[in-house]
């Protein structure tokens, strides 16, 4: 079966310091990869997203980035971090490349920046 | 672009009643759309999910959801609700030939006793 991880799940980092969170995926090959914000009573923002190794699509302009350097690995990235990066960050995978395709989600990173 | 709208941010039920949660989607063909819950702290998972064919859909846990094209309406309901159902629960749609799926802003679900 497919399982998602993430890690790490709690994060507390000072402003201006870099951030690095990782998705892996097990269990199927080719996903499409996902990263979510959701911000207190904002919903679910999508970030980046990915239908293979090296491409990413960026959803949202913002400090951050995303890369896929292998198959089942994806990674949220950041220089520098604001106030405004705190939030849940969840990751997701689909099977295939069309939006009827269910999306399975990680347990999520919880980051807040002081 | 689709776009989808849950007009309740927090609703309270007694346990035992029932539950509609609402969701309006906005786009101009049939769409795909999901009905996903998520526990304090924790990932999302599917309830159910919608594509074609009949237009009720049924889901786990007890839960059912309802396309009804001409109100551009997809609401989830629950006959008869349980404390462990407490949760926030997102609405999404997706298009075809679009990878991406786009969420509502939620609905808290509070169960009182």
């Known amino acids: 079966s497919q399982t998602i991880h993430q890690w790490p799940a709690t994060l507390v980092q000072p402003v201006g310091s870099p951030l690095s969170l990782e998705c892996t995926v097990e269990?199927?090959?080719?996903?499409?990869l996902y990263w979510y914000r959701q911000a207190a009573g904002r919903g679910l923002q999508l970030l980046f997203y990915s239908v293979g190794i090296g491409q990413i699509s960026s959803e949202v302009p913002q400090n951050l980035s995303a890369s896929r350097p292998q198959d089942r690995q994806f990674i949220l990235s950041s220089k520098k971090l604001l106030l405004s990066d705190s939030g849940f960050y969840l990751c997701a995978w689909s099977a295939g490349k069309r939006a009827r395709e269910t999306q399975y989600f990680g347990p999520g990173t919880r980051l807040l920046v002081l | 672009a689709q776009s989808v709208t849950q007009p309740d941010i927090h609703i309270t039920v007694s346990e035992g009643a029932s539950l509609e949660l609402r969701c309006n989607y906005s786009y101009g063909a049939t769409p795909y759309l999901f009905w996903y819950v998520q526990s304090p702290g924790q990932g999302l998972q599917l309830l159910l999910k919608y594509f074609s064919g009949d237009t009720l859909v049924q889901g786990i846990k007890g839960f059912e959801a309802e396309f009804k094209r001409s109100q551009s309406s997809f609401n989830l309901r629950k006959p008869s609700v349980h404390w462990s159902d407490a949760a926030e629960y997102f609405c999404a749609v997706g298009a075809g030939g679009n990878e991406k799926l786009t969420f509502g802003t939620g609905t808290r679900l509070t169960i009182i006793p």
């Open positions: 269990g199927t090959s080719n996903p499409n």
